[in-house]
């Protein structure tokens, strides 16, 4: 493997271990108490333990598919009912969650999941299109339950808002760096070393799902949203639809993270064929740990940026979201400023040193970008109505997604990349814009409006 690589990855790791290790003063430090420690460490196990039964299954899905014999087609389809079902069902699902409560939500995500893994032993077409639809479930009720089980566990607990931002930061450099990382290598033992098959990957996954059920069942309280009896799943989606059409804030943040996201997704499907135009050899599993290690600089970044007053989390997405537009443009620049390689095979070219280096600076934001937006959501969604509206906020999302998944060979990647580009910085806007009104008053809070809607219809509302 060529020397570029190595040396990429080792010098992030060496900022990485500067940051986490020697890299903080004692105005980086948040003074906090033993039971929010143990409550925070509680959490990114149980979140690490989800993230792992997640990221061991990833990079094996479409390669299962294809030893199965199903070609490119039939992939598609597959992933696209995944995503479909995250907007459908997910979001009725995950809605629950606010009702039903968020501990039972976050149950449901595991047994789930694990039943979406058993569904991969099977070559059938329909049994594997039932564990799509079943994952693409769980997918919304790990984007929504656990934080919002979190947030609300954090402030009954009475402990202080500022050290939210803590474990947001750390459960993503933990849970979406660390063992996305641990997750690969694993994996990879599994298939390649052990020769256990490209399903054994699914079962290790189920397992550390089983063992984070354990945990929740046996250390964590239940916590609502609305648990009001007389609030049905259309009432909640009604008044979810009014909050975010009532307060531009909430607004503005579904928008911000529905473009952010759908970038960041359509990013995945195109970072390969980017890199090896003509079939040029590059090592997938060290690239992905590179990306990897660069989402965890970023988390660490944010870290240190939220231990502090100034700059606020509003200011300073604006330049981390200009910075991700930027980087997406780089295989556009690339495409007009150097000479294309007709050459078949061989090692990465100039051109692809380049993309690496800036998709490598678009992950550290995607870093940055999780804990900052978990903080704005903690700030501006209203606690009632929580999972339900975090739900609504992946509908656009995983539409743009499903569009992307069926077009993806109709347009050229670099047009595809420049569609991101451009969501990114009409993303930057709106953060001005959310910046500009942060500070400002809701014109309604939610009990107010809770109140009106039920002397009249929601959809009706002013």
Same mark, same amino acid.
């Given at each position: 493997?060529?020397?570029?690589?190595?040396?990429?990855?080792?010098?992030?790791?060496? %900022?990485?271990?500067?940051?986490?290790?020697?890299?903080?003063?004692?105005?980086?430090?948040?003074?906090?108490?033993?039971?929010?420690?143990?409550?925070?460490?509680?959490?990114?196990?149980?979140?690490?333990?989800?993230? &792992?039964?997640?990221? =061991?299954?990833?990079?094996?899905?479409?390669?299962?598919?294809?030893?199965?014999?199903?070609?490119?087609?039939?992939?598609?389809? @597959?992933?696209?009912?995944? *995503?479909?079902?995250?907007?459908?069902?997910?979001?009725?699902?995950?809605?629950?969650?606010?009702?039903?409560?968020?501990?039972?939500?976050?149950?449901?995500?595991?047994?789930?999941?694990?039943?979406?893994?058993?569904?991969?032993?099977? +070559?059938?077409?329909?049994?594997?299109?039932?564990?799509?639809? =079943?994952?693409?479930?769980?997918t919304s009720l790990l984007f929504s339950s656990f934080e919002s089980w979190l947030v609300a566990e954090h402030f009954k607990r009475g402990f202080e808002s500022q050290w939210l931002s803590l474990t947001f930061s750390?459960?993503?450099?933990?849970?979406? /760096?660390?063992?996305?990382?641990?997750? /690969? =290598?694993?994996?990879?033992?599994?298939?390649?070393?052990?020769?256990?098959? +490209? %399903? !054994?990957?699914?079962?290790?996954?189920?397992?550390?799902?089983?063992?984070?059920?354990?945990?929740?069942?046996? !250390?964590?309280?239940?916590?609502?949203?609305?648990?009001?009896?007389?609030?049905?799943? =259309?009432?909640? *989606?009604?008044?979810? &639809?009014?909050?975010?059409?009532?307060?531009?804030?909430?607004?503005?943040?579904?928008?911000?993270?529905?473009?952010?996201?759908?970038?960041?997704y359509t990013f995945v499907f195109l970072w390969t064929p980017a890199l090896s135009p003509n079939d040029e050899d590059i090592p997938h599993g060290f690239i992905f740990a590179t990306f990897m @290690?660069?989402?965890?600089?970023?988390?660490?970044?944010?870290?240190?940026?939220?231990?502090?007053? !100034?700059?606020?989390?509003?200011?300073?997405?604006?330049?981390?979201?200009?910075?991700?537009?930027?980087?997406?443009?780089?295989?556009?620049?690339?495409?007009?400023? %150097?000479? +294309?390689?007709? %050459?078949?095979?061989?090692?990465?070219?100039?051109?692809?040193?380049?993309?690496?280096?800036? *998709?490598?600076?678009?992950?550290?934001?995607?870093?940055?970008?999780?804990?900052?937006?978990?903080?704005?959501? !903690?700030?501006?969604?209203?606690?009632?109505?929580?999972?339900?509206?975090?739900?609504?906020?992946?509908?656009?999302?995983? @539409? *743009?997604?499903?569009?992307?998944?069926?077009?993806?060979?109709?347009?050229?990647?670099?047009?595809?990349? /420049?569609?991101?580009?451009?969501?990114?910085?009409?993303?930057?806007?709106?953060?001005?814009?959310?910046? &500009?009104?942060?500070?400002?008053?809701?014109?309604?809070?939610?009990?107010?409006?809770?109140?009106?809607?039920?002397?009249?219809?929601?959809?009706?509302?002013?």
């Open positions: 493997m060529e020397l570029f690589y190595y040396v990429l990855f080792g010098a992030m790791a060496a %900022v990485v271990a500067v940051l986490e290790l020697g890299g903080k003063t004692n105005k980086d430090r948040i003074t906090t108490s033993q039971a929010f420690n143990s409550f925070k460490n509680n959490y990114i196990l149980v979140y690490s333990l989800m993230m &792992a039964g997640d990221w =061991l299954q990833g990079p094996y899905v479409y390669y299962l598919y294809s030893t199965y014999g199903f070609g490119k087609g039939d992939i598609g389809q @597959l992933f696209i009912a995944g *995503f479909g079902s995250s907007m459908l069902f997910g979001t009725i699902v995950g809605s629950l969650a606010d009702k039903q409560g968020r501990k039972r939500a976050c149950v449901t995500y595991c047994i789930t999941y694990i039943l979406s893994c058993v569904t991969k032993h099977s +070559p059938q077409y329909k049994i594997l299109m039932v564990g799509r639809i =079943l994952g693409g479930i769980a750390k459960a993503i450099f933990v849970g979406n /760096g660390l063992v996305a990382i641990i997750a /690969g =290598l694993f994996g990879n033992f599994l298939v390649d070393s052990l020769n256990l098959g +490209p %399903v !054994s990957p699914f079962d290790a996954a189920a397992c550390f799902l089983a063992i984070g059920m354990a945990i929740i069942l046996s !250390s964590w309280s239940e916590n609502y949203g609305d648990p009001s009896e007389s609030k049905d799943l =259309l009432t909640q *989606f009604k008044g979810a &639809a009014v909050a975010i059409a009532s307060d531009e804030k909430i607004a503005l943040l579904g928008a911000i993270q529905s473009l952010f996201e759908g970038s960041m @290690l660069a989402s965890m600089l970023g988390s660490s970044f944010a870290a240190r940026l939220m231990a502090k007053n !100034s700059p606020k989390v509003e200011s300073y997405m604006q330049i981390v979201f200009v910075v991700s537009s930027a980087a997406l443009m780089l295989p556009i620049l690339t495409t007009f400023l %150097v000479p +294309p390689s007709n %050459v078949k095979g061989g090692g990465i070219t100039f051109a692809g040193s380049i993309q690496l280096l800036g *998709f490598c600076a678009f992950e550290s934001c995607v870093g940055i970008f999780w804990p900052s937006i978990m903080k704005m959501r !903690s700030q501006y969604i209203p606690e009632e109505a929580r999972s339900t509206i975090m739900n609504f906020f992946r509908i656009p999302l995983n @539409l *743009f997604v499903c569009i992307v998944l069926y077009n993806v060979n109709a347009f050229p990647i670099t047009v595809m990349f /420049g569609m991101c580009s451009i969501f990114l910085f009409v993303a930057s806007i709106l953060q001005r814009r959310l910046a &500009a009104i942060a500070d400002k008053p809701k014109a309604e809070d939610w009990t107010a409006m809770k109140e009106r809607d039920t002397e009249a219809d929601p959809l009706n509302a002013p």
